[in-house]
């Protein structure tokens, strides 16, 4: 290596750690990441506690890694340069063969905690003297598996929609929802979530099963933004994949929503359009995650339906406030009071446990529906 050559990377190297050292000091912290949809850390000044503890090294590791400069552009720098040397994945997210797909791996539970899971939903139909089902949404690796990268190692395969249902008690009713998806838009490319006509072939077969008539809105799909990245475009740095486009279709004329966010009633929405300005879009639906909603409309024929639920139901509500005439949507993600003292205060007619198959997988709070 020849001096000039050595002095030049010196210098760089120099520049790099300088002038980025300057710039980070320079420039104002960022509260929010759009890329990656997540609050970013901030600069906490050290006290002899933290000092001694450590800790302030680690939350200052943490602030220098958000704060980097041209934080976001390294990010999707790194998804290029593994996309262009044949890597499948990328931060957890797998990058289809279409150029245009990612998928969050999933990791399929182990058979005892598949069985634990499944229990609760057994404990929940031995509680109640009205009628329980419970469905598993199928991941988009498993509808989607032609698009998957070879050999893909963790991804939905069925088996543990299959394992669980096989799991499942006399008190509860199976539906299965693996083959009830189909087609090129049932999913967004970008997101976890099934997309608004993925909802509505939910809502066909959920219909079916529950022995409720299946209602298609009026008119066509409206689409409300072009312009959707989605939470797995966020893990991914994949920055050239194209935005989703996000659909309503149910009028909400007849629907009256109320929300619950902290107890007590207040007047919700079928559709928040405010949140079509703001990154997570899909929160549009009903005005994103509550411990609990009602949707009322006097003019279906069903009664009431109780959906133990994810946020895949945000979506999927509106459909079926067509069949019934009160839809309560019951998150124990955030609602921890007794499902059985709930359906019996509100007459509830049937029950719906239904969730993704990756999120029944992780949730924590699955106890609550045997209370």
């Known amino acids: 290596m020849s001096k000039k050559y050595a002095a030049f990377i ?4 120099c520049v790099f750690i300088f002038g980025f050292g300057a710039a980070l000091l320079i420039l104002p912290d960022r509260d929010f990441s759009q890329q990656e949809n997540r609050y970013l850390s901030k600069f906490v000044p050290p006290t002899l506690s933290t000092l001694k503890s450590g800790k302030f090294m680690e939350d200052f590791e943490q602030y220098v890694i958000d704060q980097f400069p041209l934080r976001d552009e390294w990010i999707q720098m790194k998804a290029w340069c593994e996309r262009l040397v044949g890597k499948q994945e ?3 997210v797998y990058l289809g063969t279409d150029g245009q797909t990612l998928f969050t791996q999933y990791t399929k539970p182990s058979e005892d905690d598949l069985a634990l899971r499944v229990g609760y939903v057994n404990q929940l139909g031995a509680n109640v003297d009205v009628p329980v089902y419970f469905a598993l949404i199928p991941d988009k690796s498993y509808v989607w598996a032609d698009r998957l990268p070879d050999r893909a190692p963790l ?17 509860v009713t199976d539906i299965d929802l693996r083959d009830a998806l189909s087609g090129d838009d049932v ?19 959920l219909a079916q099963a529950l022995g409720v008539q299946a209602v298609t809105p009026a008119g066509e799909p409206t689409r409300v933004s072009d312009a959707f990245y989605g939470t797995t475009y966020s893990s991914s740095g994949a920055g050239w994949v194209r935005p989703d486009e996000i659909y309503t279709w149910v009028s909400p004329q007849g629907i009256t929503v109320t929300a619950y966010p902290a107890g007590q009633p207040e007047p919700g929405v079928l559709y928040d359009e405010s949140f079509l300005e703001k990154k997570d879009k899909y929160s549009m639906y009903l005005g994103g995650n509550k411990p609990l909603a009602v949707l009322e409309n006097p003019r279906a024929e ?35 009071n007794s499902v059985k ?4 205060e509100n ?25």
């Open 347 to 371: 007459g509830i007619d049937q029950v719906l446990v239904l969730y993704s198959v990756s999120n029944f997988s992780t949730e924590a709070n699955l106890f609550a529906m045997g209370r």
């Open 302 to 336: 069903g009664g009431k339906l109780l959906v133990i639920r994810d946020s895949y139901a945000d979506s999927l509500a509106p459909f079926l406030a067509q069949s019934y005439q009160e839809v309560h949507l019951f998150d124990v993600r955030y609602n921890l």
């Open 187 to 205: 999913f967004y490319r970008t997101d976890h979530h099934w997309s608004l006509f993925g909802a509505y072939q939910g809502y066909q077969a």
């Open 10 to 13: 010196t210098a760089l190297f």
């Open 90 to 92: 990328n931060n957890g």
């Open 341 to 344: 003292e709930y359906v019996e």
């Open 155 to 171: 991804v939905d395969d069925g088996s543990t929609a299959q394992e669980a249902m096989g799991l499942t008690g006399e008190d």
